[in-house]
């Protein structure tokens, strides 16, 4: 239980720069390019710590593929929307309204998974979703109603997004069972790299990367190994301690870490009424967190 707190605390802090970095390199990198790099640089890093390791359970995932298809789509689907959406707005909204996923996964877990029924259920997990949700809301009203810099076609890009992510969670609830998270994250991103290549080539500009200085080519390629080399296998960690429902809901601290970096590395700046709000949201991830302990 603590190995999956301190987990989910990392992924936190980790994923909170996420958007940040999206949106510093989207004056140079169009969404598919992007995306593209994202998941080449960390899939590559993955595989090796795979091959290092963990061998044995790459073997099985290989010799397995077939049940990283419809992951792979679904992610695929969502880094594409989502990428756009964060474009469209900017880093610390759209890290924001991307936290409607606690909102989604909860409900699917109900429906899906039998064993976090009682979870779902708790009075204080749904008090704690509940001011989360108000604490996400508020933030976003505030957010539109004060930023110039911010295109409702985005948000609703993101909240679809979001969507496919929390089907995504559901799906890989059931994989982490049978397959290494780590070969997972290596597995899926590289799987994807397939599908978005010939988008890349239509659409995107492969030889990017190398126009670009070496140092925002570090960023992107450094930012995307640590986000999913490293973050989406304490991710996959804390959903096996945890539960996704925990564990997503926990990562609506995730703008807050957001709007710290955004307004030293961007100039984006939180307003009183977003403060006010992110406190309300913060109350209620502290809440889901207690309710595996009592149940």
């Given at each position: 239980?603590?190995?999956?707190?301190?987990?989910?605390?990392?992924?936190?802090?980790?994923?909170?720069?996420?958007?940040?970095?999206?949106?510093?390199?989207?004056?140079?990198?169009?969404?598919?390019?992007?995306?593209?790099?994202?998941?080449?640089?960390?899939?590559?890093?993955?595989?090796?710590?795979?091959?290092?390791?963990?061998?044995?359970?790459?073997?099985?995932?290989?010799?397995?593929?077939?049940?990283?298809?419809?992951?792979?789509?679904?992610?695929?689907?969502?880094?594409?929307?989502?990428?756009?959406?964060?474009?469209?707005?900017?880093?610390?909204?759209?890290?924001?309204?991307?936290?409607?996923?606690?909102?989604?996964?909860?409900?699917?877990?109900?429906?899906?998974?039998?064993?976090?029924?009682?979870?779902?259920?708790?009075?204080?997990?749904?008090?704690?979703?509940?001011?989360?949700?108000?604490?996400?809301v508020g933030v976003i009203l505030t957010k539109s109603q004060s930023s110039s810099n911010y295109d409702s076609r985005g948000a609703i890009l993101l909240v679809f997004s979001m969507l496919w992510i929390a089907v995504y969670v559901i799906k890989i609830k059931t994989l982490v069972q049978k397959i290494h998270p780590l070969v997972i994250i290596a597995c899926v991103?590289?799987?994807?790299?397939?599908?978005?290549?010939?988008?890349?080539?239509?659409?995107?500009?492969?030889?990017?990367?190398?126009?670009?200085?070496?140092?925002?080519?570090?960023?992107?390629?450094?930012?995307?190994?640590?986000?999913?080399?490293?973050?989406?296998?304490?991710?996959?960690?804390?959903?096996?301690?945890?539960?996704?429902?925990?564990?997503?809901?926990?990562?609506?601290?995730?703008?807050?870490?957001?709007?710290?970096?955004?307004?030293?590395?961007?100039?984006?700046?939180?307003?009183?009424?977003?403060?006010?709000?992110?406190?309300?949201?913060?109350?209620?991830?502290?809440?889901?967190?207690?309710?595996?302990?009592?149940?």
């Amino acid at each position: 239980m603590k190995k999956g707190i301190i987990s989910i605390i990392f992924v936190a802090f980790i994923w909170g720069g996420f958007n940040v970095f999206i949106k510093a390199l989207s004056s140079q990198f169009d969404v598919v390019t992007q995306s593209f790099f994202w998941y080449l640089s960390g899939g590559t890093v993955a595989l090796l710590l795979s091959a290092i390791t963990v061998p044995k359970e790459l073997l099985v995932a290989v010799k397995n593929i077939k049940l990283f298809f419809v992951p792979t789509i679904l992610i695929a689907i969502h880094l594409l929307t989502f990428i756009q959406g964060v474009y469209m707005t900017n880093a610390t909204s759209s890290a924001l309204i991307a936290k409607l996923n606690a909102i989604f996964v909860p409900i699917l877990s109900f429906v899906f998974f039998p064993d976090e029924r009682r979870i779902v259920k708790n009075k204080k997990f749904l008090l704690g979703t509940f001011l989360a949700f108000v604490g996400v809301v508020g933030v976003i009203l505030t957010k539109s109603q004060s930023s110039s810099n911010y295109d409702s076609r985005g948000a609703i890009l993101l909240v679809f997004s979001m969507l496919w992510i929390a089907v995504y969670v559901i799906k890989i609830k059931t994989l982490v069972q049978k397959i290494h998270p780590l070969v997972i994250i290596a597995c899926v991103p590289l799987l994807g790299c397939l599908i978005l290549l010939p988008l890349v080539l239509v659409f995107g500009n492969l030889h990017k990367i190398l126009e670009v200085d070496y140092k925002t080519a570090f960023l992107l390629l450094g930012a995307s190994a640590v986000s999913l080399g490293a973050g989406d296998s304490l991710y996959y960690y804390s959903i096996r301690h945890l539960g996704a429902s925990i564990s997503t809901s926990f990562l609506l601290i995730t703008p807050l870490i957001t709007g710290v970096l955004g307004f030293f590395a961007l100039g984006e700046r939180l307003t009183t009424g977003q403060m006010l709000f992110s406190i309300i949201l913060i109350v209620g991830c502290l809440l889901t967190v207690r309710v595996k302990n009592e149940t």
